[in-house]
C-alpha cells in the first residue's frame, strides 16, 4: 500500500512540475517564436518530403555502412516511420496544433540525426548544425508550446468564449 502511494505521490508531483512548465511558456512566448516554430514545422516537412524521395538511396547507404544491424526490411519501415513522422509532426507544428507532443515526438528522430551524421556523410542529412538547432527548436516548443498565432490558442478562445 505505501509503494502505491508513494507512487502516486511521484505522479502528482509530476502533473504539478509539467503544469508549471505549461503555464509558464505559454505566459512568455513572444510572437516572433511562432514564425521560428512556422518555419521549423516547414522544415520537418520538407525534411520528411526528401527522405520519401530518396529511401532506396538512404536503404542502401544504411546497408552499406552498416550503421544498424537490421534486415533491409526493416530499414525502409525505419525510414517510412521517420518520414512520415516528420511530415505528419511538421505540419501540425506548423499550425500549432499539439505542438508539444509531436515536437517530443520528433526528438528521437533528431537526435539519432545527430548521432548518426558524423557515421555517415550524406546529401540528405549532411549538416550537422542544422540537426543541432532543430533539435534545440524542439526542445524550446515542448517547453513553450504552440504559442499565440496557433491552432491550439484559437480552438482554447473558442472553448473560452462558448
Not at 512548465?21 to 522544415?43: N, Q, V, Y
Not at 520528411?48 to 546497408?63: S, T, V
Request: glycine content about 6%; overall charge neutral.
Amino acid at each position: 500500500m505505501s509503494r502505491l502511494l508513494i507512487i502516486t505521490s511521484h505522479t502528482h508531483t509530476a502533473m504539478v512540475f509539467y503544469k508549471k512548465i505549461e503555464t509558464w511558456g505559454d505566459t512568455h512566448h513572444p510572437k516572433i517564436l511562432d514564425i521560428l516554430r512556422i518555419l521549423l514545422g516547414c522544415f520537418l516537412v520538407l525534411k520528411g518530403y526528401a527522405f520519401l524521395e530518396n529511401e532506396p538511396y538512404l536503404r542502401d547507404i544504411i546497408i552499406q555502412n552498416k550503421v544498424i544491424n537490421f534486415s533491409a526490411d526493416w530499414i525502409e519501415v525505419l525510414i517510412y516511420y521517420i518520414s512520415y513522422a516528420h511530415l505528419v509532426g511538421g505540419v501540425l507544428i506548423l499550425l500549432g496544433l499539439f505542438t508539444r507532443l509531436f515536437s517530443l515526438i520528433q526528438i528521437p528522430i533528431v537526435f539519432g540525426a545527430i548521432f548518426f551524421v558524423n557515421i555517415f556523410k550524406s546529401d540528405i542529412n549532411s549538416e550537422l548544425w542544422l540537426s543541432i538547432l532543430t533539435f534545440g527548436l524542439l526542445v524550446m516548443f515542448i517547453v513553450l508550446g504552440s504559442g499565440p498565432w496557433s491552432l491550439d490558442n484559437l480552438i482554447l478562445s473558442f472553448r473560452n468564449e462558448s
